[in-house]
């Protein structure tokens, strides 16, 4: 079910806003055989034109995909990219999960959030930076990494991430180490995330030296991986006289064996304490 466009005017927007926001989310929602799939990116679509996931960008997603405004808040209450108030220009996220955080991740968190005089997810009063403790970046072979709306400054230092904060505040250039050439504005990645490439994503470096050394070393030794199972069903595999995996190892089907009593009493009738026995 998809609201009529007009409907999208008791948000707030004007006319010319809700126009191109009602073509951007069609073209959403075309790409999914049930339309209300398309959430996720149109979330992602209206953050891109308020800075952050507004009343009125709420009630624009419920309108086109004819659900309730509840159902979308609770979706956008529920990831971390979806921001609930004004985001800044540069979303500035520190890694502090495990590996960045003992490669000192924790430190730069802490520097910046001295140096900006915010802390975590909070913004500089020029509203420039929103500082965030962010999870895992899948770029451990950097660590520690800070990233900057979403693009890589790799082997970071308390130093150089409040010299790199004070150039985003100047508004001078700055370079990722790998990816694109450039840093682009909230904004304009939030409209990347809704599925609107900006023509950059072949840009730069993609996998650098650190990431490539396993590959390297098992070349040099002659490694590989072992063949993938034959596609197709059960069927298939069998008229090609493939088995299942023996039970208990990788790929097995098979259900764990009962173990204890639990496994197959309900309890109702046990006393407490009765399995430690």
Aim: glycine share 10%.
């Amino acid at each position: 079910m998809t609201a009529d466009p007009q409907a999208a005017t008791k948000t707030g927007y004007d006319a010319e806003t809700v126009a191109s926001l009602t073509a951007d989310a069609t073209a959403i929602m075309a790409r999914y055989p049930d339309p209300r799939s398309g959430l996720l990116p149109m979330l992602h679509l209206v953050q891109s034109v308020d800075g952050y996931v507004s009343r009125d960008g709420i009630l624009f997603c419920a309108e086109m995909l004819g659900i309730t405004a509840a159902e979308v808040s609770a979706v956008a209450t529920f990831y971390t990219q979806y921001k609930r108030h004004p985001n800044g220009t540069y979303t500035v996220g520190v890694c502090t999960n495990t590996l960045c955080a003992v490669m000192g991740g924790d430190a730069i968190f802490d520097e910046l959030s001295d140096h900006l005089g915010v802390g975590h997810d909070e913004t500089t009063d020029d509203g420039a930076i929103t500082l965030e403790r962010i999870e895992c970046n899948a770029a451990c072979d950097y660590a520690p990494v800070v990233m900057v709306n979403w693009e890589f400054f790799d082997n970071q230092t308390p130093e150089t991430a409040t010299a790199l904060a004070d150039k985003l505040r100047l508004g001078d250039d700055v370079v990722p180490t790998r990816g694109a050439a450039s840093v682009c504005s909230f904004k304009q990645m939030s409209r990347v995330l809704a599925g609107f490439p900006d023509g950059r994503a072949d840009e730069g470096t993609g996998a650098g030296e650190p990431t490539l050394v396993g590959l390297k070393v098992a070349r040099e030794r002659g490694w590989t991986a072992p063949e993938a199972p034959a596609a197709g069903g059960a069927a298939e595999g069998a008229a090609a006289g493939q088995t299942s995996p023996p039970v208990g190892t990788p790929g097995s089907s098979a259900e764990r064996k009962p173990a204890t009593s639990s496994d197959t009493e309900t309890g109702k009738d046990k006393k407490p304490g009765e399995d430690a026995k």
